[in-house]
């Protein structure tokens, strides 16, 4: 859900820069208006992509440890039970 709305409201950034660009070049605007919601539409579209993206890498980092098993005996000292292959010592 937050890599989503990190994209969408990126594109809405980039949407909002494209619409300054074509307000400077159509219209006569205040001095300094452009530069700085240029400015801030690029910054604003940045910082939601990597959102998004930081979003979308972290998800699949919790999905891909939540399917491995919380603990993994390595060796047995004392049982009772007798292991049919000496070998295998790991048990998953």
């Known amino acids: 859900v937050v890599s989503g ?3 969408i ?3 809405v950034n980039f ?3 494209i619409y300054v660009l074509f307000t400077f070049l159509s219209t006569k605007v205040e001095r300094g208006w452009a530069s700085t919601n ?3 539409g690029i ?3 940045l910082l939601f992509l990597s959102l998004s993206l930081i979003s979308e890498y ?3 980092i919790l999905s891909e440890s939540q399917r491995q098993s919380t603990y993994i005996i390595k060796d047995e ?3 009772s039970r007798l292991i049919s292959n ?3 010592r790991n048990i998953a």
């Open 38 to 40: 240029l400015q801030l």
């Open 5 to 7: 709305l990190g994209l």
């Open 43 to 45: 910054m604003f579209f």
């Open 77 to 79: 000292l004392v049982s």
């Open 9 to 11: 409201a990126a594109f």
């Open 86 to 88: 000496e070998n295998r």
């Open 15 to 17: 949407a909002y820069t």
């Open 58 to 60: 972290l998800g699949r």
